[in-house]
């Protein structure tokens, strides 16, 4: 288990709060810069090379951009300068161990949450951190790698529907939305994974069944660390007056809300679920083990008492009349069967057998 | 256990918000469209082929439209065009893996809850999602499958009673009303059979107890997921100010949340009753493990000195002159005795037989 | 275990809500109604065949109904059109299985409570509901069985103490605050019940002794599903503005708020016992397993070595010099106290004996 | 065990609300009464014989009278009527079983708690209940023995300190600082008890370890049932406006409220402690369990297969070639070595050993 | 483990509220004073001998006066004299064993907190308490020990960065943070040394395992019990208004509060890993405890019927045929090879090989 549960920031020890320092996985890849521009008649998507490189933001348009790798810190503080951006939310960018939070700033507001990816190959989340500026015509997106799960509402931005036709909070929200049905597709793959191991725990356990289901309650930990202050965030963003979410985008943040919720109680289940299939897996161990000893004291019960009988008539006694009888041997023999034989019916008596 | 505690809901990622996709079991099977519209005076009941055959609402009639199948998304389409819904409270009625929620729109209230039902073959419950849309002076129930637990309110309905004289607020109730009764049947079945469970766990406790133990379980959490949230919806319908619900009626909401708290303290004594049951379940394998152990010990202890003994007499050394008295066997068979009488003896005085 | 954590309630399923269906044991014997009228100059107890032949109430007098056998729907019936109560509360007094509520109705109170006793000899509570209604200057008590816990209240009018001078709100408190007293009371046998299988439990626990935490959780579960809404009961009538509660009644409320919560912290205490009695049996079991499994060892890696020096001695080897030694068997005999003596001071170096 | 978690009440029950009848232990002990009065001038001290004796209160000066036995009904009932209590105050003085709550009366607040010291002997938490009267300018401290934790205030008083300065609601606070300042001290025993507890279960668990457990577990109950009440009445007592407790006094009540919560805390904290430890006990009595096992299967797997092998040469068949053989005996118990040894080999190489 | 959950705080025990006796660890070191004056322009750092020589204080300037060793009452008496801080808050910080706490006083904040630090050698986390006086232009830092997490602080001070620019409040953030920042080192260490364990205890886990997990849990307790309190410290700060604190220092204050929930949930994290380490544990040592009875099982079950038949032929009647059959020999051999093989195959069978 190579992730760790606290990441380190020791290097950010010391300094003064607002030092834009990257606390992360560390990494020499380059930045990218996604500018995509839209209004409902037409939309501009081009890659850019820096910051510097922004043109002018227009009122009546939409402009998103979108940056990966956020340890970059001179193109994050390139950034803050072009946005006035606050330092504190600056360093929460480059800080990529923060826990979901909305602040809200002078004419923006500032979103960091985790976005989460299922590895089907080690069976691991694999989190990443997202940070959201939303101003009053722009949304900033800044991730630390490439990839995400905004190809949905790149397409729906391409394909100009509705999302066109509304301004940066709605663009901000679809973002947002994103990144929670995702979490739903981890969880999807979790809840499976799970069922299929509480279906072999019952059918044949093994001593790995029990490590796997801490491995699962190790996820369900990490992923209930990421989507719990998340619902915090959303339920601020559906309830609070701010001027840069509007009301009619708000019914859809409640949707993210409830959709958050549902998370969680998911979540709950299904480590309540892991709870039980660890009593179920302790118990079977106790079975076994009792079954084991049962074997163990059927063959003592059963041989003992005969052995002993053959010892008795082993002994080099001179006096042992039984020793002369013809028949004695035969008859010692079927006393012996006799005697299994009744222990053997005492047994199945006990239901031992 | 095919059933699933996560619903798969990932050919719904990355579509936009409000997109009618049908997440659930798939199903070619048709939708069944049912009206009945009454006032004091008259009811008019009949089947509907398609929504374009919904005839006009009257003012002082109420309107009931229930349809069976929301798999059908032209149906649901068709359905939001002509009642004016939400984009996103038609996708919430598609997606039928839905937490409990009320949703106030323009107009009128979105709700959705789970209807249960208990399968006394599987032991199971089984769980449909109902949404329920109230206008000013209509309803709409929408359900994934035919059959459902509103026969009485029909019944009533055709009878004429009280609930003829009110509005559609009282209709709603009244379905609310029957969902909840509903989930007390499914209790009254859980816990009779965790009840015989116990009894059964007391007089005769198999290895296959705990696997029903661990089953009981995961049904008390999936009953426990649908009460829990429709308990907030409840109370909201009782408390929170709308038009559409009058005061009279809320009472009637207050009555119906009530009952919902009682299914949730039912649903906690349960399982904490479970919980005691794995105590009890444990603890008696451990008592078995503890009398075989026991027969294994005193088996061990009786005959091990008495073969040693045995084994003494067996060897051939030429000079032992105990071989040679004439008494000396009897004598040690006597002795043999006395030590497996000596033995049970302290075996008994210790409580272990 | 006759009696069922959850109430059959199938009979109502399906009813409108308000149809008077009486929900519990079924019974066959007559409601007793008892009447008693009161203020600081009089008192009239008179038992009455049927509600119709109650008298008309007087403003300056405190009319105190009680009713055993809610069964009786007829009975109840005729009170609802007497005193114009709501069907939904006509609904909760013959629906027995209730949880305890205060619902306001124009010019009353209707409340549900469980009233409990402690039966010594199936060592289990007996519970039964009682609902009081608060009129202006009628108190109503309706009860499924004879019997109850307010023989104090009643003698306490009949000596004319401050009682008769005060109103109808104060003879709901004194009924209530006696019905909370019985909680004690039951709490009081418990407590002493537990805390003698305490002792038992550290002095001489036996197999039956986890039955009994078993039973005694169970009955402590049952206990406070009664007392747990109660006090929300309790706490709305010290608090809430109730033109039916004058405040100098509202302090004795507080009052029996008070014990509530104290009844509440003690069951939670004694829960908390219980579990920690549990652990106590758990590792009893283990330890005294412990000491079997002790003996066992001890006795097997005595006589094992003892045997096998034997069975050697007993091979039938012709050239074994020892055999033809004289000293030999005595040697041998030494050789084997030596061993055995040996073993026993490495066993009581281990600390084993 | 002879302390009971459960107070009898029951010759309680059935009497009216405010009857003066005492709860708790019986005594005979007459009631012994203190007076104190002060001003910043001067200070008499002087026992009473009877409340009739007191003389009338002075308005600039404080007046502090402590009765300690309150099992006397009728001083208690004295004291009623000289300063006009209300009857549920005086109730709760004699009923030694309450929750700690404060009461606001007409002109006096009433505050019961528990006083608590730690017997060394009996490694027992020893409790009383403290009554406290806060009016204009008298306290009124009421206890159930003589004996208390106020001695550090009869100093102060005497050493004519700031205490002498201010008001009767700084007396009370001084008196609840001194009930609070015992809890720590109380805990400080039990802490160290329960920490030397943790170092001999480390270095040499045994049974009657496991038996103390429980018994620290069942103090730790005892101490929070105490604690937790009290913090809340703290809690009112620093918040909540009352004419009886300055601004100024406030902040000390806030400062013993403090007090309260880290000895809450505290408890909390030495709960889970126990709860490890018992954790520790039992892991530790399988882990003996284990080495036990170990022990008895080595001595098996040693010894079954040598005395096997005896066995064989111990037959008695005519026609078995190696017994005539002259190194065979050597040879057989060569044989017998080298499986010893090449068992203990294997035993080594799993780590039994 | 010489630490204490529960500092000794008796010398205190019975003075008055406000009393200056120090309660800690006792010490003869002298207190170190050092005194630095700071504005935009200039810093001064000097050591001072004693309160006394504490030059006026400058409006315009912020002065920061750190004191290590509160155990001299005398130091602390001065400093209460000189800024006439209150005497509660002055036993606060002589009492070094406070619970995180802010206190307003007129004209001054007083925060008291504890300092944390790992100690790598012991494993174990060492405490310190640190008191904050915040002042209208000066800051007061209280602690118990030389050596504290402030060295970065006063770098940025010497450095002349925005620290410079601003008022003594934000000095006041800038020490919170240091704080909070070294609780994330201390995480840091524990959760390495956490997973670090948890390899271990998948790889290879020992009977020291388990005592390091118990000890792993109980710093747990203790980093909990310092992180909680101040978490409510530092909501107050962000939230409250206080003249002390200004809108733009707040904003600060709410990213120290941020941090503090993160360090509470990876404490919660990491916790909840420790019980599913203790699980995974104990099971392994139940899976040994299975291995070992399994071998038991398997030897006993293999020699004691082949001993047993060895002992049949062993017996000495003088009819026994068998024993001269010339075959009869090797035929028993092969028999008991035949029965040795067959129970062989059977435990393969039943996956016990």
Chains 1, 2, 3, 4, 5 share one sequence.
Not at 158 to 163: F, N
Not at 270 to 291: A, F, I, P, T, W
Not at 301 to 313: E, N, Q, R, S, W
Not at 324 to 338: D, E, F, Q, T
Request: avoid cysteine.
């Amino acid at each position: 288990m190579a992730r760790r549960l606290v990441v380190k920031r020791s290097s950010k020890k010391g300094k003064p709060p607002g030092s834009l320092v990257h606390i992360g996985a560390p990494s020499d890849a380059p930045a990218h810069l996604r500018l995509i521009r839209y209004d409902q008649h037409a939309l501009h998507d081009q890659p850019l090379n820096a910051i510097q490189a922004l043109p002018d933001l227009k009122q009546d348009q939409v402009t998103w951009l979108n940056i990966d790798g956020v340890h970059q810190g001179a193109v994050i503080e390139a950034l803050g300068e072009r946005f006035k951006l606050h330092p504190l939310a600056l360093e929460d960018v480059l800080n990529t161990d923060q826990r979901a939070k909305v602040d809200e700033y002078q004419g923006y507001l500032y979103l960091v949450m985790r976005m989460l990816r299922f590895d089907p190959v080690s069976q691991q989340i694999q989190s990443e951190q997202l940070s959201l500026v939303l101003g009053d015509n722009y949304v900033l997106s800044l991730q630390e790698r490439p990839g995400d799960v905004f190809d949905s509402v790149r397409e729906r931005l391409q394909a100009g529907r509705r999302i066109r036709f509304l301004q940066a909070d709605y663009l901000a929200y679809a973002l947002l939305d994103a990144v929670v049905d995702h979490y739903f597709a981890v969880l999807e793959h979790l809840g499976e994974a799970i069922e299929n191991l509480e279906d072999e725990l019952i059918s044949n356990p093994t001593p790995q069944t029990l490590g796997r289901i801490h491995h699962f309650k190790r996820e369900m930990l990490l992923l209930r660390k990421s989507v719990w202050p998340l619902r915090e965030v959303l339920l601020r963003l559906s309830r609070d007056d701010s001027k840069l979410i509007k009301p009619e985008t708000q019914i859809f943040m409640r949707d993210v809300y409830d959709h958050s919720i549902h998370v969680m109680d998911t979540i709950d289940t299904l480590r309540e679920l892991l709870v039980g299939m660890l009593d179920l897996y302790l118990s079977s161990v106790s079975h076994k083990m009792n079954q084991v000893m049962k074997v163990l004291t059927i063959i003592a019960t059963l041989f003992m008492p005969l052995t002993f009988l053959a010892g008795v008539y082993g002994m080099n006694f001179e006096h042992m009349p039984e020793l002369a009888w013809p028949w004695a041997y035969p008859a010692v023999l079927l006393l012996m069967l006799a005697i299994a034989g009744g222990l053997l019916w005492a047994f199945r008596r006990r239901g031992w057998l």
